[in-house]
């Protein structure tokens, strides 16, 4: 599992692809913080805080993380290299969550070096050091626990269609359900009653709450679980093909 798994984060690196994907999403994040003149520019508020960059991650990351799933299965199926794969001293599920965990570090070392972005905030504060630090960590806490949860979306939409693309845009429009979708439904009438039982099955009700810095243990078994379904749909995947 190990060996897979450094297999497929070499492949991700050893292509021109792969470090695109990374400098455009520093690339968008850097423009959209400091240089275009929207409400998102950190110099523009006038406030030493990272919130307006915890609100716009989860957008750019919706196009981010598909963009390194998207091949994780579709490559291998495409190829007909799964069935050589599953034919290895590995179970499905090793197979999954070396891919997973693969995806997971290399998004977690792309949003490394947005840690950046905390120490200019926190040097060009008046006075400096005047930024919530407690909130700040939950947020980034809470952006990769999102992050997670979408590539858990993209393993399992890349395990369906040998389209790199197709996946892609699959898993994009599932990370935006899963992130917005439940709060579109909440407002509803009909759902009045129930807004914040339905809120509660989105991720971005959980994703504020440890923005705030405090790590709920219901916002953890949350990403956990959901992470964990899209696992499980995936290894159904891999199982059926065998069917």
């Given at each position: 599992?190990?060996?897979?798994?450094?297999?497929?984060?070499?492949?991700?690196?050893?292509?021109?692809?792969?470090?695109?994907?990374?400098?455009?999403?520093?690339?968008?994040?850097?423009?959209?913080?400091?240089?275009?003149?929207?409400?998102?520019?950190?110099?523009?508020?006038?406030?030493?805080?990272?919130?307006?960059?915890f609100a716009f991650a989860p957008w750019v990351f919706v196009i981010f993380v598909?963009?390194?799933?998207?091949?994780?299965?579709?490559?291998?199926?495409?190829?007909?290299?799964?069935?050589?794969?599953?034919?290895?001293?590995?179970?499905?599920?090793?197979?999954?969550?070396?891919?997973?965990?693969?995806?997971?570090?290399?998004?977690?070392?792309?949003?490394?070096?947005?840690?950046?972005?905390?120490?200019?905030?926190?040097?060009?504060g008046y006075p400096a050091g005047n930024i919530d630090t407690g909130g700040t960590?939950?947020?980034?806490?809470?952006?990769?626990?999102?992050?997670?949860?979408?590539?858990?979306?993209?393993?399992?939409?890349?395990?369906?269609?040998?389209?790199?693309?197709?996946?892609?845009?699959?898993?994009?429009?599932?990370?935006?359900?899963?992130?917005?979708?439940?709060?579109?439904?909440?407002?509803?009438?009909?759902?009045?009653?129930?807004?914040?039982?339905?809120?509660?099955?989105?991720?971005?009700?959980?994703?504020?709450?440890?923005?705030?810095?405090?790590?709920?243990?219901?916002?953890?078994?949350?990403?956990?679980?959901?992470?964990?379904?899209?696992?499980?749909?995936?290894?159904?995947?891999?199982?059926?093909?065998?069917?």
């Amino acid at each position: 599992m190990i060996t897979l798994l450094k297999k497929e984060i070499n492949q991700f690196f050893n292509t021109v692809i792969g470090y695109f994907v990374v400098c455009m999403f520093l690339l968008i994040n850097g423009l959209i913080l400091w240089l275009f003149s929207t409400r998102y520019n950190i110099l523009d508020n006038g406030y030493a805080s990272l919130e307006t960059y915890f609100a716009f991650a989860p957008w750019v990351f919706v196009i981010f993380v598909p963009a390194i799933t998207m091949r994780m299965f579709s490559e291998e199926i495409r190829m007909g290299t799964l069935e050589l794969l599953i034919t290895k001293p590995l179970t499905e599920m090793q197979i999954i969550l070396a891919k997973y965990f693969a995806s997971v570090i290399v998004v977690l070392a792309s949003l490394i070096p947005t840690l950046i972005y905390f120490y200019s905030v926190f040097i060009l504060g008046y006075p400096a050091g005047n930024i919530d630090t407690g909130g700040t960590w939950g947020s980034f806490i809470g952006l990769f626990f999102l992050a997670s949860v979408y590539t858990a979306i993209g393993i399992f939409t890349s395990s369906l269609t040998t389209n790199q693309i197709v996946a892609m845009i699959l898993s994009a429009i599932l990370c935006l359900v899963f992130y917005l979708g439940f709060d579109a439904l909440a407002s509803l009438p009909v759902f009045s009653s129930k807004e914040s039982l339905v809120a509660s099955f989105g991720i971005n009700e959980h994703y504020k709450s440890i923005s705030r810095g405090v790590l709920d243990s219901r916002d953890i078994i949350y990403f956990a679980g959901v992470t964990s379904i899209f696992l499980f749909f995936t290894r159904t995947v891999l199982q059926s093909r065998k069917w």
